[in-house]
């Protein structure tokens, strides 16, 4: 069984920084691309940003130089540096990956449970 993990969520203040992870475990073989969406009160989820196995990653417009994604694949874990908050970004952040169990020759794609993100003064 494989799943998903995040931490990091919580409130800050517009203009502040919070660092997400996101720790995949189980029975893996490889992971394929890790993702990070968020989904606003009454809006519909959206895709943050996205980072291959290789490192390369792709950004939102709305984040473009203020979020950063990041993976340790020996960890098989993917991060999320957000700086520069704004009360808009305020949202349930979720993980996603692209991930190959043991066993498997497909890759299914799994959900974390999500975690909180409040930028307010």
């Known amino acids: 069984q494989v799943q998903l993990v995040e931490s990091g969520g919580g409130l800050v203040q517009p203009g502040g920084s919070l660092r997400l992870s996101c720790a995949a475990s189980g029975s893996i073989f490889t992971i394929y691309v890790m993702s990070w969406y968020r989904q606003a009160p009454g809006k519909q989820r959206e895709l943050v940003a996205a980072?291959?196995?290789?490192?390369?990653?792709n950004y939102a417009d709305s984040v473009k130089g203020r979020f950063t994604i990041s993976r340790d694949n020996a960890k098989n874990t993917v991060y999320l540096q957000m700086n520069s908050l704004k009360p808009e970004d305020t949202a349930v952040y979720y993980c996603n990956a692209d991930i190959v169990g043991s066993g498997y020759y497909s890759a299914s794609d799994y959900w974390g449970q999500g975690t909180q993100v409040t930028v307010s003064s």
């Open positions: 980072i291959t196995s290789g490192g390369i990653g």
